[in-house]
């Protein structure tokens, strides 16, 4: 029997796609990043799979095991009280029973959401064939539905992201499969690597379902994506990066000069205590 409590959060985190303002996800990849962003407000989290593998030792793109990721999750969804998304990469597997398994997989960790992507690693076939990518999404919906959980699947192109084919050609493709993704059963499609406003407008209007961008420095401003129609943000690793950007100034002006200012409007001991200790 579902847990009904997860599922509850499933529903919650699909009508936050729906409602007058954008899902805003700035990514988590432990429990302290998923605590201090949940206590600033955010109405659900989303991991991110490169910050997670950064933060264990590995590069990104699949590099660490599917166990290892989706224990890291299982720790994040465990720590917050609101909805968790899980980014997945590409499922951990080819073929559509690896895609149903890290499905499953990521609602026995407690999350109730899904980011699935579509490229392969494989520079000279960087994307999944989109028949086979349907048919790992058809996979997920239904390992989804005999957990009796309506996971909310963000199914994910790397069309623009990769910079896959004849730049001319690019926003056809990118439509062609995020509307196979979208009839497939996806509840909201992804389109890293755009920051055009245009092309973002172009694309909603195209579309007609909820859509996610990777909002990255350069790109339009929560409130100017809103207004082109867009229903979720990312910040994907981003804000993992940040904070490495940090700890290296820190180390930088720690080594060359002897002070400690870029650790100035850091959450106190008592503070960061305060957090975990929540129950």
Not at 60 to 88: C, F, H, N, W, Y
Not at 142 to 148: N, S
Not at 157 to 174: I, S
Not at 215 to 236: C, F, H, T
């Amino acid at each position: 029997m579902a847990n009904l409590e997860q599922k509850k959060k499933a529903e919650a985190l699909k009508a936050l796609h729906l409602g007058k303002a954008p899902l805003v996800l700035p990514n988590v990849w432990d429990v302290a990043s998923a605590r201090v962003i949940e206590e600033a407000g955010f109405p659900a989290l989303a991991t991110t799979s490169a910050g997670i593998a950064f933060a264990q030792g590995f590069p990104d793109g699949e590099k660490i095991s599917a166990g290892q990721m989706l224990q890291a999750v299982a720790q994040i969804a465990k720590a917050v009280r609101v909805p968790v998304t899980a980014d997945v990469e590409a499922g951990y597997g080819d073929r559509p029973e690896d895609a149903a398994r890290t499905a499953r997989g990521v609602i026995e960790a407690g999350a109730v959401g899904m980011n699935f992507e579509d490229s392969t690693g494989d520079s000279n076939h960087p994307l999944t064939e989109l028949p086979l990518q349907l048919e790992r999404i058809h996979a997920i919906r239904e390992a989804a539905q005999q957990l009796d959980i309506p996971l909310v699947l963000n199914a994910r192109t790397d069309v623009y992201l990769l910079q896959v084919g004849d730049p001319a050609k690019r926003y056809d493709e990118a439509v062609r499969r995020l509307q196979a993704y979208r009839d497939a059963g996806s509840d909201c499609v992804f389109l890293p690597g755009v920051r055009d406003a245009e092309t973002i407008r172009r694309m909603v209007a195209d579309l007609g379902c909820p859509v996610n961008v990777l909002a990255v420095p350069g790109s339009p401003s929560v409130p100017e994506l809103a207004a082109l129609g867009v229903r979720r943000i990312s910040l994907g690793s981003g804000p993992m990066r940040a904070t490495l950007g940090l700890l290296r100034r820190l180390a930088a002006e720690l080594k060359a000069h002897g002070t400690y200012t870029s650790m100035e409007g850091s959450p106190s001991h008592a503070e960061m205590n305060a957090l975990m200790n929540r129950t």
